[in-house]
Nanobody
């Protein structure tokens, strides 16, 4: 059983920064994909940033140049560094991994950006 524990969300003013963390626990031998999604009220969940096991990253256009996804293999943790935050970044952010073909989701962490 894999569990994902997220942290780092909160309230920040526009232009500020936050770093989200997602620690994966359980029997993990290889993670195929790690990523962050977000869902704002009344909107569909969208992939914000993804990172493959080969180190390939992808970002939604609206966060390119502002957000950075990274991982610490020793800690089974993926991070999302968010800079120059905007009010439109306000959402519930979810950690997601694919491990041996199975999807796992975190419980979500709220990010609120005030103008």
């Amino acid at each position: 059983q894999v569990q994902l524990v997220e942290s780092g969300g909160g309230l920040v003013q526009a232009g500020g920064s936050l770093r989200l963390s997602c620690a994966a626990s359980g029997s993990i031998f290889s993670i195929n994909f790690m990523g962050w999604y977000r869902q704002a009220p009344g909107k569909q969940r969208e992939l914000v940033a993804g990172l493959t096991s080969r180190g390939i990253t992808n970002y939604v256009d609206s966060v390119k140049g502002r957000f950075t996804i990274s991982r610490d293999n020793a800690k089974n943790t993926v991070y999302l560094q968010m800079n120059s935050l905007k009010p439109e970044d306000t959402a519930l952010y979810y950690c997601h991994i694919i491990l041996r073909g199975t999807d796992y989701w975190g419980q979500g962490t709220q990010v609120t950006v005030s103008s």
